[in-house]
């Protein structure tokens, strides 16, 4: 079947031709506003302060940062991470009496 009215119409025009316009002036408005202002600071200062009491509550115990400490000096350790390394960049482990 062929289409009786011709081709179909096109518009050059877009649907919503000034939504970028109303877009751009909202966005502006929001960023310029002073409760914006405050509420990104105010938050930003929340995160960090919630951020560094985490890291002080793990560091407050020495003995937890001493075992790590020894754990990650250990051959097991060193041996376990080596495997983990040689998985990508394709190498390959032998024992050292081979």
Known sequence: MSDPF???????EPAFP???HVATREYRE???SRIFHVSTITL???ALIVALLARARRIDD???GAALAATVNSEAFR???GRIACGYDGGQ????DE
């Open 6 to 12: 011709g081709s179909v119409p096109t518009r050059d």
């Open 18 to 20: 000034n939504t970028s």
């Open 30 to 32: 929001l960023v310029r």
């Open 44 to 46: 930003t200062l929340i």
């Open 62 to 64: 020495e003995s937890e």
């Open 79 to 81: 041996l376990a991470l």
């Open 93 to 96: 482990i032998y024992k050292e």
